[in-house]
DNA sequence: TAAATATATTGTAGTGATTACAAATCGAAA
DNA sequence: TTTCGATTTGTAATCACTACAATATATTTA
């Protein structure tokens, strides 16, 4: 996705694009690390050095308002935010604090009791150890 | 469950029966709502005049530590607490604001991707409008 | 082009849930 | 009853996030 089709994108979305909102959306799609505010601030303060602090949280919460990104609260302290909005799972190792993300078949999930339940939102968050964390532990 | 019940479900976790403690959890047990720090010092503080909401902090700490309680992070703002420990899941109603339980089938998901990780914790919310928001708004 | 208007961005000062910590209190054992 | 460890309390601090007014930037209109 470069910077045309992003601008598309939030056009798209009834987002009007400014350069700042351009390169925090940039920086969601090229890095699927599930950051915080303050680690977009920091990467991208360099680049743009009149950046506030502000500024990154207006966007995205003008970015989940418009439904161009998803907010995950995943972790109880910082908020997390993914460009990916197609319905997938998170899976946060409790030990290296990485977020990963993982398939889940929605459908399969059975949710008696929610006759007549209009859903919008759904969040999936697994915690544990991951794949690698689990192999350094063993040695 | 009574107060007999009680003190050996929370021995049973190596969690001390004080009187606060029992309270709390009679507390968790006897109103399946989901409740927040707040509300649960609310709810018990003319019962139990003393009580601090530091205890109330405390105490829930200890118990989601000793898994005795799970806690729920459906809200951005606050936490709540759940003496259910069977897997299920929580529907937030964006109206009145009321948590719901509902079943899921875990092994449904497809979890695909996470291969050789080991889940401790699963949290599955769900958000929208709840059955009866929805008649009243159709009205 | 320039003035007028709207929108975006910034910086500072809050807010509110949660935690840290030390003092006070309680409770079990000797 | 005294002692010692655990529990509880109250206050102060923390920290992510928000409110808001001022400034800067972009867009529209004449």
Redesign the interface.
């Known amino acids: 996705m470069d910077i045309k089709e992003i601008e598309k994108f939030l056009k798209f979305n009834q987002i009007k694009p400014s350069h700042h909102r351009l390169k925090i959306y940039e920086y969601l799609v090229k890095n699927k690390n599930h950051p915080t505010v303050d680690l977009i601030y920091k990467e991208l303060v360099d680049e743009i050095p009149t950046l506030s602090k502000t500024t990154v949280y207006n966007t995205l919460n003008l970015f989940v308002e418009k439904g161009a990104v998803q ?1 995950i ?2 972790d ?1 302290s910082e ?1 997390r935010y993914d460009a990916d909005m197609s319905i997938h ?1 998170h ?1 946060k190792c ?1 030990h290296c604090g990485k977020v ?6 929605f459908s ?24 690698e964390c ?1 192999i350094k532990k063993e040695v």
Do not use: R, S, W
């Open positions: 907010l609260t995943i109880e908020n799972g899976f409790k990963y993300d993982f398939p889940v078949k399969a999930m059975d949710m008696g009791g929610l006759q007549n339940f209009q859903v919008e939102e759904n969040h999936i968050y697994l915690k544990g150890l991951c794949n689990q």
